[in-house]
């Protein structure tokens, strides 16, 4: 079975990027491996970050994708572990999501976004939220 790899933030260009990703696996009959590097945010209570990930399999599960979600707490940038879990699912496909950014933080190197499109070994589908 092929797999499409997801990384998946609990923000607007996440939500986008898994829209895409249960399209991209109903279209190729494709796994779907959600990938969620995000750390627990200031305020955030005991499991806010498992229940939105279970709200996240229940999601992909209802439009009929098999699907494996992780949590890696690797200390490691979220690119890495995306990129380390493509590597081992032997990806087809890893989608993310894109936010906006001013001129000035464009140019800012070492973003998430840029190491996964520039290291990524299949392709990338980078989507932005509305």
Sequence with gaps: MSTVVLGYVPKPEGEAALASAIS??????????VVNS????????????????EEVRARVEE?????DVRHPETGFEASEDLLNIADEV??????IGLRRRTPVGKLI????AQRILLD???PVLAVKSD
């Design 24 to 33: 991209e696996s109903q279209l190729r009959k494709a796994e779907l491996v």
């Design 38 to 53: 995000h750390r627990a945010r200031h305020g955030d209570g005991d499991g806010v970050i498992e229940q939105e990930l």
């Design 63 to 67: 439009a009929g994708v098999v699907v």
């Design 90 to 95: 032997s990806a087809e496909l890893i989608v």
């Design 109 to 112: 190197l070492g973003s998430n």
């Design 120 to 122: 990524a070994h299949c």
